[in-house]
T-cell receptor, first 112, second 117 residues
Framework: DQQVKQNSPSLSVQEGRISILNCDYTNSMFDYFLWYKKYPAEGPTFLISISSIKDKNEDGRFTVFLNKSAKHLSLHIVPSQPGDSAVYFCAAWPSGTYKYIFGTGTRLKVLA | NAGVTQTPKFQVLKTGQSMTLQCAQDMNHEYMSWYRQDPGMGLRLIHYSVGAGITDQGEVPNGYNVSRSTTEDFPLRLLSAAPSQTSVYFC????????????????FGPGTRLTVL
């Protein structure tokens, strides 16, 4: 049972446009949500996070939105740059545990 | 700071062999974890530790052992390798408290690509 789902395995966007990556979850006990970026042959790196008590967090070109009623979060990248081409994982941290749960990832390709 | 280091980078094993994947961090993080990444499966938690002497199972612990004798090191042992354990393995670390993470960001190592024939 996949508690964190990224239903789009890939996404292509033109440079300068907005990239929107989506993530759905089923467990309402998640305390935090995080996005990680991964380049080939490297480990994932942290991008941005959001607490379950907030609905938006912004960091430069990256904004994460959380819709608790829909159990949905999204990552917006504006403007998209070719260096943003990578695999993006959303992750969730369930309350009272130490067990991160990751989604399956979305491969973003930003076209120059 | 070196961050999170993993050795080896690549390894090929025969079915039934055992080996240890090494992981070390120099950030004094309490929390350390091991993941495997498989195509279409994302990152799945194998084992984790919230401090020296404390370990627990994640989502896919079968066939793997861990121990945490120091804050810095968290080795992952494959007891009897099977082809199903062919994967890329990542070690990660972060701060942690008993009330949950004070800072949620995990720092990942570069990974170990393991092939079991």
């Amino acid at each position: 049972d996949q508690q964190v789902k990224q239903n789009s395995p890939s996404l292509s966007v033109q440079e300068g446009r907005i990239s929107i990556l989506n993530c759905d979850y089923t467990n309402s006990m998640f305390d935090y949500f995080l996005w990680y970026k991964k380049y080939p042959a490297e480990g994932p790196t942290f991008l941005i996070s959001i607490s379950s008590i907030k609905d938006k967090n912004e960091d430069g070109r990256f904004t994460v939105f959380l819709n608790k009623s829909a159990k949905h979060l999204s990552l917006h990248i504006v403007p998209s740059q070719p260096g943003d081409s990578a695999v993006y994982f959303c992750a969730a941290w369930p309350s009272g545990t130490y067990k991160y749960i990751f989604g399956t990832g979305t491969r973003l390709k930003v076209l120059a | 700071n070196a961050g999170v280091t993993q050795t080896p980078k690549f390894q090929v094993l025969k079915t039934g062999q055992s080996m240890t994947l090494q992981c070390a961090q120099d950030m004094n993080h309490e929390y350390m974890s091991w993941y495997r990444q498989d195509p279409g499966m994302g990152l799945r938690l194998i084992h984790y530790s919230v401090g020296a002497g404390i370990t627990d199972q994640g989502e896919v612990p079968n066939g793997y052992n861990v121990s945490r004798s120091t804050t810095e090191d968290f080795p992952l042992r494959l007891l009897s390798a099977a082809p199903s354990q062919t994967s890329v393995y990542f070690c990660a670390s972060s701060y942690a408290t008993l009330q949950g993470p004070t800072r949620n960001e995990q720092f990942f190592g570069p990974g170990t690509r393991l092939t079991v024939l």
